[in-house]
């Protein structure tokens, strides 16, 4: 007899009192509940933590930690996965400034129990401002070969959509903290790499919010940097060698040349369907 899985929700948050409420919230109004929702404080410096606890006194479902000082993102992601219940079945990711769809985990769930060899499930994304206002969406590949023939031309998952089974992170490892920025991308190609299937869903499951407040929007070079490193590990293998990869390995070198400014121009139009 099959056991109904233990789904858990991760949620790092660092400075994000405006929006956190709402992802949480977002989590507690699935059709299919989760098992847990453990939200990661790295010390911040607004009112997170105070929203995060008042709403955990409400919803046992949730699970607050802070860390004791700012430890940066790969840490706090990691953290947030050294927390999982140790019977948990699935990790679902979504970011403190995002929002997920009330089907979302009823629907990845269903993607998973279609395909038991699949590592990793995303979707397609809905781009929202600082009000919640839909101002776009981004569309990804959606099958495993699509994806696997792009993945080093950009990255073909948005993090907080993903959700994946804690067997694939027990196999593949957890974040690489060496790794400033983009620790998503090394890990999904790291599960490419050892064999599993990966999957989007052609529909939004997930809004990413679009703030100035964001990593990618402060931190733009280093995010190019640090993608061209990944590159680096990856693109010179039989596995994931192609002259197209090579190209953009050798763009986003020339990319790390280019103005601040028209890198974010550049980002704000990627794979967005107004």
């Given at each position: 007899?099959?056991?109904?899985?233990?789904?858990?929700?991760?949620?790092?948050?660092?400075?994000?009192?405006?929006?956190?409420?709402?992802?949480?919230?977002?989590?507690?109004?699935?059709?299919?509940t989760?098992?847990?929702i453990?939200?990661?404080?790295?010390?911040?410096?607004?009112?997170?933590w105070?929203?995060?606890?008042?709403?955990?006194?409400?919803?046992?479902?949730?699970?607050?930690?802070?860390?004791?000082?700012?430890?940066?993102?790969?840490?706090?992601?990691?953290?947030?996965?050294?927390?999982?219940?140790?019977g948990?079945?699935?990790?679902?990711?979504?970011?403190?400034?995002?929002?997920?769809?009330?089907?979302?985990?009823?629907?990845?769930?269903?993607?998973?129990?279609?395909?038991?060899?699949?590592?990793?499930?995303?979707?397609d994304?809905?781009?929202?401002?600082?009000?919640?206002?839909?101002?776009g969406?981004?569309?990804?590949?959606?099958?495993?070969?699509?994806?696997?023939?792009?993945?080093?031309?950009?990255?073909?998952?948005?993090?907080?959509?993903?959700?994946?089974?804690?067997?694939?992170?027990?196999?593949?490892?957890?974040?690489?903290?060496?790794?400033?920025?983009?620790?998503?991308?090394?890990?999904?190609?790291?599960?490419?790499?050892?064999?599993?299937?990966?999957?989007?869903?052609?529909?939004?499951?997930?809004?990413?919010?679009?703030?100035k407040?964001?990593?990618?929007?402060?931190?733009?070079?280093?995010?190019?940097?640090?993608?061209?490193?990944?590159?680096?590990?990856?693109?010179?293998t039989?596995?994931?060698?192609?002259?197209?990869?090579?190209?953009?390995?050798?763009?986003?070198?020339?990319?790390?040349?280019?103005p601040?400014?028209?890198?974010?121009?550049?980002?704000?139009?990627?794979?967005?369907?107004?």
């Open positions: 007899m099959n056991k109904t899985p233990f789904v858990s929700v991760v949620i790092p948050c660092y400075n994000n009192e405006q929006f956190v409420g709402a992802a949480i919230e977002s989590m507690l109004d699935q059709t299919r989760p098992n847990e453990i939200v990661c404080d790295d010390a911040s410096t607004d009112n997170s105070q929203v995060i606890t008042d709403l955990a006194q409400k919803h046992p479902v949730i699970k607050p930690i802070q860390n004791e000082t700012n430890q940066g993102i790969p840490k706090t992601r990691n953290n947030l996965i050294a927390h999982l219940d140790e948990s079945d699935y990790m679902v990711i979504l970011d403190a400034d995002d929002v997920a769809d009330k089907q979302r985990i009823e629907k990845q769930l269903a993607f998973f129990k279609s395909d038991k060899n699949l590592g990793l499930v995303g979707s994304i809905s781009i929202i401002n600082e009000l919640g206002v839909v101002v969406t981004r569309v990804y590949p959606h099958a495993h070969n699509e994806i696997v023939d792009s993945i080093l031309h950009f990255n073909p998952f948005a993090q907080s959509s993903v959700m994946t089974p804690t067997r694939t992170l027990s196999k593949v490892g957890d974040y690489d903290e060496k790794l400033a920025r983009v620790q998503d991308y090394d890990l999904w190609i790291r599960i490419v790499r050892q064999g599993y299937q990966v999957a989007n869903i052609g529909q939004s499951l997930t809004s990413f919010r679009r703030h407040g964001q990593g990618k929007e402060t931190m733009a070079k280093k995010s190019v940097y640090y993608s061209w490193v990944v590159r680096s590990r990856y693109l010179f039989l596995q994931f060698f192609s002259i197209k990869g090579l190209l953009f390995w050798l763009g986003y070198g020339v990319a790390l040349l280019v601040k400014d028209l890198l974010l121009d550049v980002y704000s139009k990627l794979f967005v369907k107004k």
